[in-house]
């Protein structure tokens, strides 16, 4: 991670730095500053992860300056020998807030929320881009059912799709020739196949085309093209029977 550095003390940016060097040794820094106007310029230019900001400075105080170069930096830690900055600090949406003369303890509590927050940042961006690539499979394949696994993407037929199950937070997907596990939701699916498809109790989802018979009961059962015996809730079953009867 790359950081600058921000005081107008020479000494303070150096101390830092050797604090930074022999405790936190993922931060490289890249530049120390002493002047508002120069940090501004350098900020710009460097884009850093992190930037340690002191407050009080000649000419421009650390919130003037981060107002100027916020886009231009991941996050910033402020640090100052005056406590009552901590509450505007944090109103800043600052990561943390440091006192000065800064404690090796207390500078490495703060990298380790950095590397949570950067780890986090991470996540739903990749998770980000795993929902767009299956917004970008569906449509683009309709008529095929995009399932995750651990290698990458199997694009099912639906017609091979005989039911799906839900357990907890899994869907079991059951197709003419082999099961599928996935982490999602079962109404995640059940958004997807509303074509040919009909949800006959909150844990089932059953393909029209592979019902064999339906037996009558409380809410009844239906008997997939795999044998298997599906429950139907009592709510369910009237809007089963209107399909299956083609009524409306």
């Known amino acids: 991670m790359k950081a600058i550095l921000v005081d107008n003390e020479p000494r303070s940016n150096e101390n830092l730095r050797i604090l930074l060097e022999d405790h936190c040794p993922a931060v490289t820094v890249i530049a120390q500053c002493t002047d508002a106007k ?59 807030f440091l006192l000065k003369p800064v404690g090796s303890g207390d500078l490495v509590r703060a990298i380790e929320r950095l590397k949570f927050t950067a780890s986090q940042v991470l996540l739903l961006q990749s998770l980000g881009r795993i929902e767009k690539l299956e917004q970008q499979i569906r449509r683009h394949n309709s008529s095929h059912l995009a399932i995750q696994t651990a290698e990458g993407y199997i694009l099912v037929d639906h017609g091979e799709i005989i039911r799906m199950e839900a357990e907890s937070n899994y869907t079991h997907v059951y197709c003419q020739k082999k099961k599928y596990t996935v982490a999602k939701l079962l109404g995640f699916y059940a958004d997807q196949l509303i074509s040919g498809f009909i949800r006959v109790h909150s844990s089932h989802l059953v393909n029209l085309q592979h019902i064999k018979t339906y037996q009558r009961g409380d809410g009844g059962y239906v008997v997939m093209s795999d044998g298997v015996a599906v429950e139907v809730s009592r709510s369910r079953k009237r809007e089963l029977l209107r399909v299956l009867l083609g009524e409306g």
Request: net charge negative.
């Open 38 to 96: 120069d940090s501004i310029q350098k900020i710009r230019a460097l884009k850093p992860d992190i930037l340690f900001l002191d407050v009080e400075m000649p000419h421009a105080n650390g919130f003037a300056v981060l107002n100027e170069v916020r886009s231009s930096i991941g996050q910033v830690i402020f640090t100052s020998a005056h406590g009552k900055y901590a509450i505007e600090a944090l109103r800043e949406q600052a990561l943390d």
